[in-house]
C-alpha cells in the first residue's frame, strides 16, 4: 500500500522516532507486550464475556491464523463492520497480526456506504454480524460482494463459518512493517463519501500511549466504550485503545443510553468513558433520577462535537466525576484539557494537543494569513500523528494540505495563551449532527436522483439536543410534488446511514437569491440557513 498514501518525509519521519514518539512498535507486538505484563488481569467485558489479557491474546492469535488460512494476505484491505462486542477486539488484533488493513465502518451504514468503502479500497473481503438492531448486516455484506469484484470472502461473526476460523491452530505470522499502513478510518468528509485516512501502527500507537498518560488510565481503570468503537474518538481518545495500553479493562455497552450505560457503571464500577454532547446532556437529565450507583465514575470526556458552557458547568454536580473535554479529528491531531487544568479552561475550552510536536496555526480562511493572537481563524496543523493525504485522493489533497504539509482541518478557533483550543465552528460545508458527520453534497445528490427533485440544498440549523440538525430545501422538478415524508424515504431506501435522512424536509417554489442572483451552493446553503434559523 506503499503507493496508496502519502508519507511523512523521510527527515520527519527520523525525527518523530528520535524523539521517541515513533516507537517501532505494531499494534501486534503490542498486544503480546500487554498479555506478558497483565496476564491475568480483565481486559474486555461484554454480554456474558468476560475475558483477560491472556485469553484476548490468544483468541487474536487464532483468528490471525484462521485469516491467512482463508487465502487473505499481508496489505489485503478487509472491511471491518462490527458493533460494540466483545469479539471486536480479537478480531481487530487478528487481522493486525495477519498483515490486513482493517476499513471501519459504523454498524449504521448501510449498503451504499459499505459498496463504495469496498470499492474504493480494493477490500478483499468484509467482516461483519448477522442481524443486529433489526438489519440483516450480513446480508448487506454478501449484495455488496456482490456488486464489487474484488470481495471475495464476506466474514460474520458468530456464525460456525466464523468459529472454525477462529478456532484455528496459532501460529508466529510475519510482523508488518510499523511504518506501514495499519488500518483506514472515515473520515468526516465535507463533500461525497468520507474520505478514506490511511494511519500506521507508529503514528497512532503513539496518540494511544499519550492519549492514555493524560487521561492518568492505570491498571485498575474501567472504561465504558460506550459510542461505537470505531469510531476514532471511542477507539483512541483514550478509547478502548487506550484503556489496553495502560493494562485497564474495556468494558462493551451494546447502546449508549443511560439506563443500560448506567447499569454497566454500577456493575462494572466503570471509572472513566467519552460520549457526545448530547448523550452527555440526556446522562445528566437521566442522573437526576436514576438509582443506579455511579460513585466509581471519575471523569467523563465529552467531544465529537462542541460542549457548550452550560452543560459543561451541568456534567460535574450531576455526575459526580470530572469533565474532561477532547477535540480532534480521524486525520490526526486531538486535543485534551487536563485533568489539573482551572475550572475555567475545563469548562470554556476543548483542550490543546497531546504532544509538543504538534504544530498548530490558526489562519485567515481567506488569505491563509496567521491571525493575531485569541482571533478566530481557521485552524492548520500537522505532527507525528497527522497525515499527511488521504488514501488514493490525490486531487482532494491538494486542497487538503499546504503545499508544506499542513492539514487543513475546517475548524474554526480560537487560541488562548496557553496553547488551549476553543472550537468556534466549522468553515467547511459540513454538518455536524450530535458528533455524526454529514456531508451535505451527499444527501443532496440523494435527493436529486428522486424523479420529483429538481435541486436540493442540505443545510444545517440549531437543535438544543444534537447541536445541529439537517434541513433540506427541496425544489420539485416541472409538475412534480413530492412530499417530506417521501423524500426522506426515498434518502434512507437508497442505503444510507440513518444519521444522514434528513431530519427536516421543506418543499419551495425556488431557492432564495443572494446579492450576486445566481448563487453557488455554499452561499446558497448559508442563505437558506439564515432563513431557517429566523422561523426557529
Known amino acids: 500500500m506503499s503507493g496508496d498514501h502519502v508519507p511523512w518525509p523521510p527527515e520527519v519521519a527520523a525525527r518523530h522516532r528520535a524523539a521517541g514518539h515513533w516507537r517501532g ?9 500487554l498479555a506478558s505484563a497483565y496476564a491475568e488481569r480483565t481486559a474486555v467485558v461484554g454480554g456474558d464475556v468476560r475475558w483477560n489479557y ?5 483468541r ?8 491467512a488460512d482463508a487465502g487473505l494476505a499481508p496489505g489485503d484491505r478487509v472491511v471491518l463492520q462490527l458493533p460494540n462486542i466483545p469479539e471486536f477486539l480479537p478480531v481487530v488484533f487478528g487481522m493486525w497480526r495477519a498483515g490486513l488493513v482493517p476499513v471501519f465502518a459504523l454498524p449504521a451504514h448501510r449498503h451504499s456506504e459499505l459498496r463504495y468503502f469496498a470499492a474504493h479500497s480494493e477490500a478483499a473481503a468484509i467482516v461483519t454480524v448477522g442481524e443486529h438492531e433489526r438489519h440483516d448486516h450480513a446480508a448487506t455484506a454478501r449484495a455488496v460482494a456482490s456488486d464489487v469484484d474484488s470481495v471475495r470472502r464476506v466474514l460474520v461473526v458468530g456464525s460456525e463459518e466464523f468459529a472454525d476460523l477462529a478456532a484455528a491452530e496459532p501460529r508466529e505470522l510475519p510482523d508488518p512493517d510499523p511504518e506501514g499502513v495499519a488500518f483506514l478510518q472515515l473520515s468526516g468528509g465535507s463533500t461525497g463519501m468520507p474520505k478514506l485516512i490511511p494511519r500506521t501502527h ?53 447502546r449508549p443510553d443511560a439506563d443500560t450505560a448506567f447499569r454497566l457503571i454500577e456493575a462494572e464500577r466503570v471509572t472513566i468513558t467519552g460520549v457526545v454532547p ?36 451541568r456534567i460535574g454536580p450531576a455526575l459526580g466525576c470530572r469533565l ?40 485567515d480562511p481567506d488569505t491563509g494569513a496567521d491571525v493575531a493572537p485569541g482571533e478566530t481563524g481557521a485552524l492548520l496543523t500537522r505532527g507525528p500523528y497527522t497525515i499527511r493525504g488521504y488514501y488514493r485522493a490525490e486531487e482532494h489533497n491538494a486542497a487538503a494540505f499546504t503545499p508544506d504539509g499542513f492539514y487543513r482541518t475546517g475548524d474554526l478557533v480560537r487560541r488562548r495563551p496557553t496553547g488551549h483550543l476553543e472550537v468556534v465552528g466549522r468553515a467547511k460545508e459540513q454538518i455536524n ?40 430545501y427541496v425544489v420539485p422538478a416541472a409538475g412534480a410534488s413530492p412530499t417530506g415524508p417521501e423524500l426522506r424515504g426515498f434518502v434512507r431506501e437508497r442505503g444510507v446511514a440513518a444519521f444522514k435522512v434528513p431530519d427536516l424536509v421543506q418543499v419551495v417554489e425556488r431557492f432564495p437569491v443572494t446579492g450576486v442572483g445566481k448563487t453557488s451552493k455554499r452561499e446558497l446553503r448559508a442563505a437558506l440557513a439564515a432563513l431557517a434559523r429566523t422561523k426557529e
Open 433 to 472: 449532527r450530535g458528533g455524526e458527520k454529514v456531508a451535505a453534497e451527499e444527501v443532496e445528490n440523494h435527493l436529486m436522483a428522486h424523479p420529483g427533485v429538481l435541486d436540493a440544498a442540505v443545510v444545517a440549523v440549531p437543535d438544543p439536543y444534537l447541536g445541529e440538525r439537517t434541513c433540506a
Open 60 to 67: 487474536a492469535h487464532r483468528i490471525a491464523a484462521g485469516l
Open 278 to 313: 448530547p448523550l452527555a446532556a440526556a446522562w445528566v437529565q437521566a442522573a437526576a433520577r436514576t438509582e443506579r450507583d455511579l460513585s466509581s465514575l471519575e471523569v467523563l470526556l465529552v467531544g465529537g462535537a462542541k460542549c457548550g458552557r452550560e452543560l459543561a458547568e
Open 25 to 33: 512498535q505494531t499494534f501486534g507486538a503490542l498486544l503480546t507486550s
Open 54 to 58: 491472556t485469553e484476548l491474546d490468544e
Open 202 to 254: 507508529d503514528d497512532y500507537i503513539y496518540s494511544v500511549r499519550e492519549s492514555a498518560r493524560i487521561c492518568a488510565l492505570r491498571p485498575d481503570s474501567v472504561y465504558l466504550a460506550a459510542l461505537p468503537v470505531a469510531h476514532n474518538y471511542p477507539l483512541s481518545s483514550p478509547g478502548v485503545l487506550g484503556a489496553l495500553h495502560a493494562g485497564a479493562a474495556v468494558v462493551m455497552a451494546p
Open 324 to 363: 474532561q473535554q477532547v477535540f480532534g479529528m480521524a486525520e490526526g491531531l486531538v486535543c485534551y484539557t487536563r485533568l489539573d487544568d482551572p475550572e475555567e479552561t475545563v469548562l470554556g475550552t476543548q483542550g490543546r494537543p497531546i504532544s509538543p510536536d504538534d504544530e498548530v496555526r490558526v489562519v
